[in-house]
């Protein structure tokens, strides 16, 4: 199986613009997803594909795939943004899923 | 309104043996593939297992291969982990999760919507 390697923390001045990556080789040829999740609840799916929101999303969430790296970018951070945030592929194979460790985001 | 309720969780020792459901509505339950992820106390997420729309393919995580059967029943909207041989290390939120896929693009697709998860804790 693959890997998909994230940053553990990072933090962001309330307003400010955060970038959170996700690296994998499997990512040059899949998208990543990715999920918010705050304490005690089920993770929410917040961008998939190469730029898509779910409705409820809101627009300062962006994704963007360079290489072998996808980014999740949160323009303007507000305070309730604060979470784990967790992106997902598919593995080399491309019949198994796996999940990046966490970034846990901190807005100060 | 599409809803997934996890349920089956509980407290068994090792080597013992729990069956998860996963009750589907709200959606054309026959038309997606299922994923059951899990997460341990304080840890991050971790796929486990998926199941195709008529049951055809069926994939494991090499950490519960052998000991987990996933299995679904689409006429009652239903979706199941048989864990068996269970270890301390199975401890975790057992979630149940609907895939989605973008037609249009390759290479895109999706958890989008999660159940409420149930407690599985292993420990004499």
């Known amino acids: 199986s693959s890997e998909l390697t994230q940053d553990p923390a990072v933090s962001v001045a309330l307003g400010q613009t955060v970038r959170i990556t996700c690296q994998g080789d499997t990512l040059r040829s899949f998208y990543a997803s990715w999920y918010q999740q705050k304490p005690g609840q089920a993770p929410v799916l917040a961008i998939y594909g190469k730029n898509n929101r779910p409705s409820g999303i809101p627009d300062r969430f962006s994704g963007s795939r360079s290489g072998n790296t996808a980014s999740l970018t949160i323009t303007g951070a507000q305070a309730e943004d604060e979470a784990d945030y967790y992106c997902d592929s598919r593995d080399s194979s491309g019949n198994h899923r796996v999940f990046g460790g966490g970034t846990k985001l901190t807005v100060l | 309104e599409v809803q997934l309720v996890d349920s089956g969780g509980g407290l068994v020792k090792p080597g013992g043996s729990l069956r998860l459901s996963c009750a589907a509505s709200?959606?054309?339950?026959?038309?997606?593939?299922m994923n059951w992820v899990r997460q341990a106390p304080g840890k991050g997420l971790e796929w486990v297992s998926s199941i195709s729309t008529s049951s055809s393919y069926r994939y494991y995580a090499d950490s519960v291969k052998g000991r987990f059967t996933i299995s679904r029943d689409n006429a009652k909207n239903s979706l199941y982990l048989q864990m068996n041989s269970l270890r301390a290390e199975d401890t975790a939120v057992y979630y149940c999760?609907?895939?989605?896929?973008?037609?249009?693009?390759?290479?895109?697709?999706?958890?989008?919507?999660w159940g409420q998860g149930t407690l599985v804790t292993v420990s004499s």
């Open positions: 709200g959606f054309n339950f026959n038309s997606y593939s």
């Open positions: 999760v609907r895939e989605d896929t973008d037609t249009t693009v390759a290479g895109v697709d999706y958890f989008d919507y």
